[in-house]
């Protein structure tokens, strides 16, 4: 994952649930929780700088999400490939997140129709035969 889907994400979220730059920020005037400049924030979303996890971990809070939550959606924006698939898998079991499972099944069927690469063809059966037991 890039450090750009990052900060796209991280606008995304902001917009969905209309907050300023100031306010997720805390870039006010007599704000009691001032993180960083809305300035920086903006870049941050942009992809133009990087910021500090501590800093995006604050920012998320101050959005009413918490930090496992906005990775979640990071993680939803790229595909993950080799082993850290196969930890998602086991992740989303342990959630009984199924609809995910088939989210994921999805995309790596599209992407082994667009790539014909039998890694990707492996890893959407790996997926696959997930579901089909769940549903024995």
Sequence with gaps: MDSKSWGRVF????EMKNL?????AGDYENSP????????????????????LTKIYELVENMGLSFEEYLYHV??????????LFEELGRLQELG?????????????????????RIDYWNALEYKSFLAQKKL
């Design 33 to 52: 929780n001032f993180i960083t400049s809305k300035q920086q924030v903006s870049r941050f979303e942009l992809g133009e700088s990087d910021i500090t």
């Design 11 to 14: 606008r995304e979220i902001r």
């Design 75 to 84: 993680r939803n924006y790229e595909l993950p490939s080799g082993r850290a």
């Design 97 to 117: 997140n199924f609809s995910e499972i088939e989210n994921v099944y999805q995309k790596l069927q599209m992407r082994f129709i667009e790539s014909q690469n």
């Design 20 to 24: 300023s730059l100031a306010k997720v």
